[in-house]
């Protein structure tokens, strides 16, 4: 005797759908962003400030404060973008498996 099991497919809401979806929208405008040739120009002055964050923070004549504050904050703008990218990488994976679950594969 044969017994089948049927596996319930997880219920996904249209609202996390939709999440997903402003994440990945999200992730494209800033990615198109990043392809303008004035992006080019500020990611290779971020680059150069990272490249050289040591010596900023520690030999500049600018007070301590200024200094913390400047390095964090190019740090954590390229630190943002990756998070994005990051996100929306597994927010478009996540909306990859869901389209393949609602074909049924």
């Known amino acids: 005797m044969h ?3 049927w ?8 609202d996390y759908i939709e999440q997903l979806s402003r994440i990945v ?5 800033v990615n198109a962003m ?3 040739p004035g992006w080019r120009v500020v990611d290779e002055n971020i680059n150069i400030t990272l490249s050289h964050k ?5 030999t500049s004549n600018q007070s301590e404060e200024y200094r913390k504050g400047y390095c964090d ?6 630190l943002l973008i990756n998070s ?18 609602m074909k049924g594969n």
């Open 3 to 5: 017994i089948k099991l």
């Open 25 to 29: 929208e999200r992730w494209q405008k």
């Open 84 to 101: 994005y990218k990051r996100a929306a990488n597994r927010a478009g994976e996540k909306l990859e498996k869901i389209a393949q679950q």
């Open 34 to 36: 990043m392809k303008t």
């Open 7 to 14: 596996q319930k497919k997880p219920r996904i809401s249209q």
């Open 54 to 58: 040591s010596d900023i923070r520690n």
């Open 73 to 78: 904050g190019i740090s954590h703008l390229s």
